[in-house]
C-alpha cells in the first residue's frame, strides 16, 4: 500500500511568538543568507501582503528582496523585522 505524503510548510504552522523565537534563533546561530531566508519564511507566514504594507513596500519588491537571490538593503530588512513584531538589536 502506498503511503500518500503531502507537502509541510512551516510557514503555516507559525504563531507570532514562533515566528520571533524563529528569527532570533536563525539570527543567533545562522548567517546572513540564512536569516535573509528565515525573513521570508516568517513574512509568508504573517501574510505577504500585510507585511509589505507595514514595511512600506510593494509585495512584489518583499518577494523579491527575500528571494534567494534577493540583495535587500538594510533599510528594507529593519523594517520586515519591525513589521513582524521584532527589534534589530547589536550585543
Known amino acids: 500500500m502506498k503511503e500518500l505524503m503531502t507537502p509541510f510548510d512551516i510557514a503555516e504552522h ?3 511568538d514562533d ?3 524563529f528569527l532570533r534563533e536563525s539570527a543567533r546561530y545562522g ?6 531566508h528565515a525573513l ?3 513574512a509568508r507566514a504573517k501574510g505577504m501582503t500585510e507585511v509589505a504594507k507595514q514595511s512600506g513596500v510593494t ?3 518583499l518577494y523579491k528582496s527575500l528571494a534567494d537571490d534577493g ?3 538594510f533599510d528594507t530588512i529593519a523594517k520586515i523585522v519591525e513589521a513582524l513584531g521584532c527589534k ?3 550585543s
Not at 548567517?31 to 535573509?36: A, G
Open 14 to 16: 507559525e504563531t507570532d
Open 19 to 21: 515566528i520571533q523565537n
Open 31 to 36: 548567517d546572513v543568507s540564512d536569516f535573509i
Open 40 to 42: 521570508s519564511i516568517a
Open 59 to 61: 509585495r512584489a519588491s
Open 71 to 73: 540583495n535587500p538593503r
Open 88 to 90: 534589530l538589536v547589536v
